[in-house]
C-alpha cells in the first residue's frame, strides 16, 4: 500500500509539474506573440506557409505583406524567404515568396532563398549558412503571432540575434488546435533543443 501511495504521489506531482511548466510556455507564447519588434536588422526572414501553384495562400501572403512593408519602412536591407515543396507541387514556397516580392519592388539582389526547408527549424538551419556567408548575424522573423515563439527560439538555437515581428500581434489563438501545438512543441524544444526535436519528430 505504501509503495502504491508513493507512486500515485510522484505521479500527481510529475502530472502538476508538467501543468506548471505548460502553462509558463504558453503565457510566454502570448507575450512573444503580442510583440513587434522595432529594432533594425541585418535581414527580415519570412517563414513559410502554403502555397498555391505559385501563388501563395493567404497566410503566406500575410506574412510576405508584412515583411515587405517592414523592407519599405527601411527596418532592413534584405528580406529571405524559406521553403521548401509538398509533393506533387510544382513551386516551392520560397519561389512563390520571391515572386510576389519580385511583382511588388523588391529588387532579387535584396531577396535571399532557402527552398528546401519542410519544418521551422529546418528552414532556419538551411537559411543559416547563407546568412553567415553574408555576415548577417540580426535576424527580424516575420510569421504569425502563433508561430512566431518557435521560429525565434530556433533562430537562437542557431547563434542568431533574433527578434519577432507578428504579422497580426496579440492574436496568439488562431485556433486552439494550433495554439496547444505550439506550445508543446515550444515546451519539447526549451527542454531537449529544437534541434534534437526535429530529429525525433522527422
Known sequence: MTL?????AWTV????AMTVYLSIVIVGNVLVGAQTSDESADVIVVMGAAQYDGVPSPLLEGRLQAALDLWRDGRAPLIAVT???????RFTEAAASRRWLLDRGVPSASILSEDAGRSTFGSLE????????????????VSDS???PRSVLSARELGFAARGAAVTPGRI??????SMREAVGVAAGRLIG?????DITG
Do not use: C, M, T
Open 146 to 148: 502563433w508561430h512566431l
Open 173 to 178: 489563438l488562431w485556433s486552439g488546435v494550433h
Open 126 to 141: 538551411l537559411l543559416a549558412p547563407a546568412l553567415r556567408a553574408e555576415g548577417l548575424s540580426r535576424l527580424l522573423i
Open 4 to 8: 502504491i501511495r508513493s507512486i500515485a
Open 13 to 16: 506531482a510529475v502530472v502538476l
Open 83 to 89: 521553403g521548401g515543396k509538398q509533393e506533387g507541387d
Open 194 to 198: 529544437f534541434s534534437r526535436l526535429l
